[in-house]
């Protein structure tokens, strides 16, 4: 009876044992995610150039039939939505963006300058359109594990992340002249190049930390 007890005991032990080695495993895990980005970088410091150049480089295919089409319809049409949401001045004057199903808020960023943005936040990428100049759609863009010496904080709220997570009917929010643009997520695709010019809004971030020509694309369209 003594020796069954005590098999019991040790056996016990054991479950407790590898039970308490997966929490603290989770937990290191958990912990350690947020800031291997900033190790990655410090060890392998182009790997942020890398992730920089996915971003930055050309999204369109063609883009001076982009641009030549934008400037006929500005000529022929006007714009494509004429009513815009009533102005709130309780609204902070500068552009923000949200999306609340991955926790992104934070200050639009814009310029000629993409790493000088795209280092502070999502970035408005420029020659496009934005919620009030509708011609073209509104892209914006952002760094997938965030910039060098970000916190951990800044990479959960202004980093692209977890974009891939958005579905179907997700909200997305644009603060542009003190209104707020709302939009609804249409699709969630992995390409080199934007492939819908309709849509009104388009996110996208790199998929990969090293250099490479795939990308991850949000489409979304306005529904206020």
Sequence with gaps: MQNQKRKILVSLLNVYSVIGV?????????????IIPGLVYSVYPSAYEHELDSLTEEIHREPELIIAENSENEEQEGPLIAQFPQQDLSLTAFPQIRIPAIGVSGTLQQGTDANTALSAGPWLVPDMGNPMDNYLPVIIASHRWGGIGWSSDQR????????????????????????????????????????????????????????NPTRIFVYAERSN
């Design 22 to 34: 997966v929490l603290v495993l989770v937990g290191i895990i958990a912990f350690a995610l947020p």
């Design 156 to 211: 959960e709220t202004l980093s692209f992340n977890k974009l891939p997570d958005l579905s179907q009917g997700d909200k997305i929010e644009v603060i542009w002249d003190q209104r707020v643009f709302e939009y609804e997520v249409t699709r969630v695709v992995e390409s080199t190049y934007i492939d819908d010019y309709n849509s009104d809004l388009i996110l996208y971030t790199c998929k990969y930390l090293w250099q």
